[in-house]
């Protein structure tokens, strides 16, 4: 896998490029800029919930320009992630730079942190649109996404924006999709004592992806996939941290 960004090595860029290497993360790709890293300051209260703070200091060096010298790694990828923690002009370049040469990469575009809009023409560029309670609240204009039967009116919404599967996570309420037929599915997550939910959702996201990517598990139907991710998710909640939470392997 590779990850495309930026970084300062004096200001914690180096222990980050460090973690991702042994990790087996090509970071040919993470341009050093001037300018702090990008920094998350996260706390966690008594019931396991979290609030994060962030700056996006280097991760907004991406830019137009950067994704087109990306290459091959890019262009030839089987599936690619973005979010909104780098310059939407990156987002909207990579996924036109994809559907001119990889029609078959499978685009995931999570939408956070939350934002209150974003360009008409980026949702039909995109494979799965999945987003949060409350990014799916700040982005659609909706009073409430709190329960299945409301975050599936969500993912409705978003596919009749055009992305080919809208999908909304609920926390410990799981996920609920709706597909490229217009199906909805919710997919419950295991029941588990959570003592730091920070990065779940970054896991989820992690793990369907690695299944689709993968030769074999890219075979697995779409909710068999979601459920993996699930229980991916639900197991790094039982960790503290949010990295160091994740889970290096999952069951089938």
Do not use: W
């Amino acid at each position: 896998s590779y990850l495309s960004s930026g970084i300062n090595a004096e200001y914690g860029g180096d222990n980050y490029m460090e973690n991702l290497k042994q990790v087996g993360v090509n970071v040919s790709h993470i341009e050093r800029v001037e300018g702090p890293s990008g920094v998350a300051t996260i706390t966690v209260d008594d019931n396991a919930e979290n609030c994060i703070v962030i700056v996006g200091g280097a991760n907004n060096s991406m830019s137009r320009d950067r994704v087109r010298s990306a290459g091959k790694p890019l262009t030839a990828s089987k599936v690619v992630i973005l979010q909104n923690e780098i310059p939407l002009e990156a987002n909207l370049e990579t996924l036109q730079l994809l559907d001119e040469s990889n029609k078959e990469c499978i685009t995931i575009y999570n939408a956070a942190p939350a934002v209150e809009s974003l360009p008409e023409n980026l949702y039909s560029l995109v494979k799965i649109f999945c987003v949060n309670e409350s990014e799916a609240e700040k982005l659609l204009g909706l009073p409430s996404v709190k329960s299945v039967e409301e975050a599936a009116n969500a993912a409705g919404i978003l596919r009749k924006r055009g992305c080919k599967i809208g999908m909304v996570t609920l926390g410990a309420g799981g996920v609920v999709y709706q597909d490229e037929s217009g199906n909805t599915t919710h997919v419950k997550c295991p029941k588990v004592k959570a003592v730091d939910t920070t990065g779940a959702g970054d896991a989820f996201i992690g793990a369907l992806a690695c299944l689709m990517a993968d030769k074999e598990d890219g075979k697995l139907d779409f909710r068999h996939q979601v459920e993996i991710a699930c229980s991916v998710a639900s197991e790094s909640v039982t960790r503290l941290g949010t990295q160091s939470s994740y889970p290096t392997s999952y069951t089938r």
